[in-house]
């Protein structure tokens, strides 16, 4: 039976998968993109498929993929859906096929409890810090019984915890084979099952970060696979980017100094001055970081987080001051070269911390110089400061993996083996939102993916009975700075009508922190609305807390989850829980960011607009995205609100309407109001959404 009969049959009404799963309905947007993701594996070819909310688009991929007979890498995202395939999806349809397949699931090194690491943890000498102590503590009786070590299974630790760190390995102090708890390592246990399943699930940041390195894993896995599926597509450039430039962060260059003061005390006490060593490093570093936080730049602001760097310094810092910073950095780490040149070979610890000291005083030189015209510098100043570097353009680079040319110097080439087998590979690129044209231009052209085929699938909700779209015009512009505090004001009232049930997406930590302080202070502790709040406790508690108002028996506290960038995608709230969706502004790129000043200079000297071609297209597709979260199921009703008055009242506002769901407009805050009040009546009783 050909692949597209065996798809068809299997999403058929009577099929496998309507009789093992019970709420299965067949749609036919989803039989038509696993139709035509069937027909990219026969063929094979590449294949960009743009699914609505609603799809299904996880089964559509996989079921056919599952059928093939060929190895399925499957790359996603985000964790929390790298989960969701393994642990549900998959285990799903290989009942509902009846299909022996091996699956396995492949993350990066700092999801994997390092038992090298925890073993030495408790010498750290932040272990006796309460609450990172209590943490480890967690992790040591979790480590006696996990097969996996992914930390993920560990649903009381807190990801932000110190103790992550501390427990997991990265690529700069990985030991590799010479390990002394190689055997029992969870990382290449990880991979070795990997390379023996027939279905891998992994994400972008592991797919391209083995590409760049040629390390063993995806590297080995990717010429072996034969259909290759990028869930959630629309990062892809943003990630790839990453491991094409060069990144250096000053956490980096203060962990070596932790792991050499650790190791030279533990293998070679009083051979060298350890202690002074992991001190003056410190101090360099310290005044490198002091440097790089008065740099201009607000980490307030998602764009004012990247300072520019097109001169011999960042913008805003004193080049001399920097030069001389960045001298005593490299002075420190070949102070530590010299004290390992003559001990490396008393432990693999002291060897790979040479290695890791040799490859920062290489990155440092090459910051050190002048940049390269066709790349992007700049300083991130948010958290830990970091040096980073990017093509102004990775399309080409993608294009030669996609079609299988050979790839430019330095690209993803696995010496010749994976562009070698990429022309009979198939690979499928989808997400809800790959772009605001039939063409998916600002997906397409940005990976290098012109020639694909594309296949748009609209939503199969009925978004003018489910969904309103309400435009406050009593608010001021965006560009007010009095916009975040009277918009909370006004969504506090909302939120005190609906009882919760509200989610405020907004495009700044500015903004963030100027709509929480308000609503907090209107909703105290125990007064019937629960507030919550991005950065004010582990995401994943309060996706958890938020997704619980619809299940919660009796009266509970309705809530109101204040989020920025984390909360605009992969986050899936069906049912009651969200019945009020407030996007706080048009979400255009911010032009201050460096990549997008350089990309906007590029098209203004090729000529072109970088309004209509870069800001606004990037908009449309963040503004869907956004609006996503809404309308989640069939029986989902809600109301969005845009607060930026240039949706209705700028000619490019048509567009970036035309980009959201066809929603019914609610012309006046008397209609809004109404619109609330039914959803009050609607969630305690079976009236209809009117």
Excluded at 482 to 500: P, T
Excluded at 522 to 528: C, D, E, I, S, T
Aim: proline share 6%.
């Amino acid at each position: 039976m050909q692949l597209d009969d065996q798809v068809a049959r299997a999403f058929a009404p009577e099929g496998p998968l309507a009789r093992v799963l019970p709420h299965f309905c067949p749609r036919t947007g989803q039989t038509d993109m696993a139709l035509a993701v069937a027909g990219a594996i026969g063929a094979p070819a590449r294949l960009v498929v743009e699914a609505g909310t609603g799809v299904g688009k996880t089964f559509a991929y996989l079921v056919p993929a599952l059928l093939s007979g060929r190895r399925v890498l499957v790359s996603t995202a985000t964790k929390a859906l790298q989960d969701q395939l393994f642990g549900r999806d998959l285990p799903l349809l290989q009942r509902a096929l009846a299909l022996p397949l091996r699956p396995a699931l492949l993350k990066g090194r700092s999801s994997y409890l390092c038992r090298h690491r925890l073993e030495l943890a408790r010498q750290d000498e932040r272990a006796g810090d309460a609450d990172l102590a209590r943490d480890l503590g967690r992790i040591e009786r979790w480590a006696q019984g996990t097969l996996t070590g992914d930390l993920a299974q560990l649903p009381d630790l807190d990801e932000r915890s110190a103790a992550v760190a501390l427990v997991t390995s990265t690529r700069d102090n990985c030991l590799g084979a010479d390990c002394p708890r190689f055997q029992q390592c969870h990382v290449y246990q990880a991979r070795r099952e990997a390379l023996a399943a027939d279905v891998v699930v992994i994400n972008h940041h592991l797919f391209f970060a083995d590409l760049a390195v040629r390390e063993s894993g995806v590297a080995r896995l990717l010429p072996s696979a034969g259909v290759v599926i990028f869930d959630e597509a629309h990062q892809l450039a943003e990630t790839a980017a990453q491991f094409l430039g060069a990144q250096l962060g000053t956490g980096q260059l203060l962990d070596l100094g932790q792991d050499l003061r650790a190791a030279g005390l533990r293998w070679a006490r009083g051979l060298a001055d350890w202690q002074a060593l992991h001190d003056g490093l410190r101090h360099a570093v310290r005044t490198l970081r002091l440097l790089a936080a008065g740099g201009g730049g607000d980490p307030g602001d998602h764009g004012a987080a990247r300072v520019p760097w097109a001169g011999p310094a960042p913008d805003g810092v004193d080049p001399a001051q920097w030069a001389d910073a960045l001298h005593a950095v490299v002075a420190a780490l070949r102070a530590a070269l010299a004290a390992l040149d003559g001990l490396a070979g008393l432990a693999p610890d002291l060897q790979h911390l040479h290695q890791r000291t040799v490859a920062l005083l290489e990155r440092l030189a090459h910051f050190s110089a002048a940049g390269d015209g066709g790349r992007v510098r700049w300083l991130e100043v948010a958290g830990q400061p970091r040096m980073s570097e990017s093509p102004l353009d990775v399309a080409p680079a993608l294009h030669a993996l996609w079609h299988g040319a050979p790839a430019p110097q330095g690209a993803w080439d696995e010496e010749g083996g994976a562009a070698q087998a990429a022309d009979a590979r198939s690979w499928v690129f989808t997400s809800a939102t790959l772009g605001d044209d039939a063409g998916l231009r600002w997906f397409t052209e940005a990976c290098g993916l012109q020639d694909a085929r594309i296949l748009r699938v609209p939503s199969p909700f009925d978004y003018a009975r489910q969904a309103a779209l309400y435009v406050p015009g009593q608010l001021p512009l965006p560009t007010d700075p009095a916009h975040s505090v009277q918009l909370a004001h006004w969504v506090s009232d909302a939120v005190a009508r609906l009882g919760g049930h509200t989610l405020v997406l907004t495009t700044s930590l500015r903004a963030l922190q100027a709509v929480a302080a308000v609503l907090q202070k209107r909703f105290l502790p125990g007064g019937g609305i629960e507030v919550l709040v991005q950065g004010q406790a582990p995401k994943r508690q309060i996706m958890e807390s938020f997704r619980s108002q619809a299940h919660a028996g009796g009266h509970p506290a309705g809530q109101v989850l204040v989020g920025s960038a984390t909360f605009w995608e992969g986050f899936d709230v069906p049912g009651d829980a969200l019945q009020l969706l407030v996007i706080d502004k048009l979400p255009f790129p911010s032009p201050g960011d460096p990549l997008v000043r350089a990309r906007s200079e590029r098209l203004a000297r090729e000529g072109r607009s970088a309004f209509r071609e870069l800001a606004l297209p990037a908009a449309a597709v963040a503004l869907k995205q956004g609006a996503g979260r809404l309308i989640r199921r069939e029986s989902d009703r809600g109301v969005l609100v845009v607060a930026d008055t240039r949706l209705v009242g700028k000619g490019y506002g048509k567009r970036l309407m035309r980009a959201l769901p066809a929603m019914r407009r609610l012309a006046s805050q008397e209609e809004f109001e109404a619109a609330l009040d039914a959803l009050t009546r609607t969630s305690t009783t079976d009236c209809p959404w009117p």
